[in-house]
Nanobody, 121 residues
Framework: QVQLVESGGGLVQAGGSLRLSCAASGSIFRIDTMGWFRQAPGKQRELVASITRSGSTNYADSVKGRFTISRDNVKNTGYLQMNSLKPEDTAVYYC???????????????WGQGTQVTVSS
């Protein structure tokens, strides 16, 4: 089995910064694309940013220039650096990863449990 564990969420004032981490563990052969999604109350879950294994990135327009996604393929960990945070960034942030498992050598999609980010005005 594979687990994704997020950390780094919390309460921050507008204009502040937070860094989220997503550590993958378990029976992992390789992690392909990793991503961060978020879901605010009453809204659908949306893609914030994604990064391929080779480092190609994609961002939602609302976070471009403020958020940076990165990863460490040796540590099987992904990161989301969030700067210039706004109250509208308040949401539960979820880590997502496509993982090739050792046992099956097949790609599966996994989700973390989510971490709350609250930005006060």
């Amino acid at each position: 089995q594979v687990q994704l564990v997020e950390s780094g969420g919390g309460l921050v004032q507008a204009g502040g910064s937070l860094r989220l981490s997503c550590a993958a563990s378990g029976s992992i052969f390789r992690i392909d694309t990793m991503g961060w999604f978020r879901q605010a109350p009453g809204k659908q879950r949306e893609l914030v940013a994604s990064i391929t294994r080779s480092g190609s990135t994609n961002y939602a327009d609302s976070v471009k220039g403020r958020f940076t996604i990165s990863r460490d393929n040796v540590k099987n960990t992904g990161y989301l650096q969030m700067n210039s945070l706004k109250p509208e960034d308040t949401a539960v942030y979820y880590c997502n990863a496509y993982v090739v498992r050792l046992a099956t050598m097949t790609n599966y999609q996994y989700w973390g449990q989510g971490t709350q980010v609250t930005v006060s005005s």
